[in-house]
């Protein structure tokens, strides 16, 4: 998967923008606040369809304007080549089209191409908030399952509600079941559960992707252990048991949660009897599957198969309702829901302690990273190829192990974009072979010392080898650039090195 | 600072009350009122009141009538076995355009919605179980496939059962989070036809 071209319109700091990227690895290079990041934020914006840093999503429009654009021309192997485009209004609306035509809803975009971003503020996975962990773990599942979005939607619909009506009930009690309060639970449950589910079998896989990242990190040195704490107490999965729970189904509940369950699927009936012959089903399905598969993870799923048996699904809602049940007094008595995917968490162990307590921060950057690339892993399973890499001013932060690591680890793996203050980190060969392009004060300028000037279509020249600003008086011609390039390859010790005109494949593109 | 004079500002401020219209759209409103002839203006004060006074609630179904049935109702070639629960009349229009649906309605003027302070005592749900009881064989759910909406067909659903009534939901081939009202015929037929008992 590779971004080709990238045009951005208000957005940001950048009033009109068009840029063309090599295969490989493109780095930004500049002071702080010239607007590097914001290529990054684009590009992650048309694989997530969210802002990495903006708590409006109207932040993301040039100061005066109306709305902002993104669009890219998007190469995939696997399902051909996309042009995708953001449109971010004022009032946080958002729209999306897909190759020109305007889809119905946003999250219609997610899964059409994926990015994986890793940037100091990821550090936050570590040493944040649960909150941020959560937010984390939203935005990766959401990459590959588009269905977890929608579901993730409607629950946080749901538990607003819920949230409300409990404060209601709290503040001026009157029967609950005559206010719905029986339904909303099973909604509650319903998405709640789903979510448990996804939540469960993504972090499962990627914990053991990261720990042998991590490992590879440390040089063995350190281990990872990646630990999911759903806020409620999830059934065994089927595969680790032997023995059935008891089943435990309020009789004035099952009306409703048999109706519940006919909403996602075909069961017709719940009692006990037969939740307990779907569990043993669960077994035996999840103990076939291990057979015929050996020491193998399950196979990757693509994006339209269910992520696992319903049975599992059904054995969780059984326990959400349980635990559901048994805080009712308190969350009568509180007015609010008190168990839920909202109070998830994710814990982080580096030889046994907790990385957010006692973790050093380089300890707790290599979880992070780890998690990243496990996250780029999980995705190329998935889709079948590699997401683009975005490397948000990781250079400095990196110790020269893991940064040597991580520029081996993206080199000839995928398209990775990378912004920096300077060259200095890079080594000279991997220079050699890149895309640089200069960004300073919402102009971007290729390297024009490596690029070949196109004599075929001498007027789109500006555009074709330089990004810049529309409206300002395009005086930032090639001379102009011609002439500051010594003054770069001084300042970053490049001019001895000749450097072979490689960015020109994304200019060499057919059409 | 300029300011309106207090008539204009006062239409201006009234028409921004109105869903969907923001400030500029408000002025322009009133501008246009502004300059229309006298009897024109007339004529949208006189429909606005006339609306107010004659339109109430049909005393069977809920939908909107100026009569104390409304035609729908009052239609005896209907088939008063089947009843479709329709959020709104707008939704009720949306049916009825399809010319499938040979039954009668019952509009629960809104969804439950804890958030805007609308519980099921608020909507017309009290009266649906008369009728329910009254001979009705198959309880059609057509609201829209939002939280709101399943939630209320969910309530619905746990309610009517035990009365011994069939309860099905039209399929939801309707985009999620889409308005039955902006579904496309075809859409709205085949989500009909492929009903789900609950
Ligand atoms: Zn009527």
Redesign the interface.
Known sequence: MRVCELKLSHFRNYRELRLQFGEGINIFYGRNAQGKTNILEAISLLATTRSLRASRESELILQDEEMAHVTAEIDREREGDAELTVSVFQGDKKTVRVNGMKR??VVDLLGQFNAVFFGSIDLVIVTGEPADRRHYLNIEISQISPRYV?DLG?YK??L???N??LR?LRDRPRPPQ???L???N??LIKYGSTLFDKRRFYLDRLSLLAEEIHAELTDGRERLEVKYLPSITLPVKPTETKTAETVELSTNLS??ST??N??TSSVAEVNPNTVRESREDAYLHSVAQEASQGEKEPAPQTQNSPAMPVNTLESIESAFRRQLHGVGTEEARRGTTLLGPQRDDIAFFINGTDARLYGSQGQQRTVALALKLAEFRLIEEHVGEPPVMLLDDVMSDLDDHRRKHLLSWVRRRCQTFITCTNLRSFPKDLLAEASIFQVTAGTVTSDVRKRPLPTRNSESLPEQSVGQPVEPSGESSVGELAGEAPAIAERHDLAPVSLPAVSGKATDKPG | MFHYAKPLAHLVAELERLPGIGPKSAQRMAFHILRQPQDEAKQLAEAILTVKESIRLCSVCSNFTDQEKCEICRDTKRDPALLCVVAETRDLIAMEKTNEFKGMYHVLQGL????DNI???LLKIRELFPRVVDGVKEVILALNPT??G??TS??L??RL??LGVKVSQIASGL????DLDYADQATLISALQWR???
């Open positions: 119905e809803r929608y409607h619909r749901v607003a509600q819920r409300r009506l209601e005559e206010m719905g029986d339904v909303w099973e909604q009306t409703v109706m519940a006919n909403n | 439950i919605s804890p958030m519980g099921p005592e939280t709101e399943q939630t969910l309530f659903a746990s059962k035990p985009p999620a989070g889409g789900r008992e609950m």
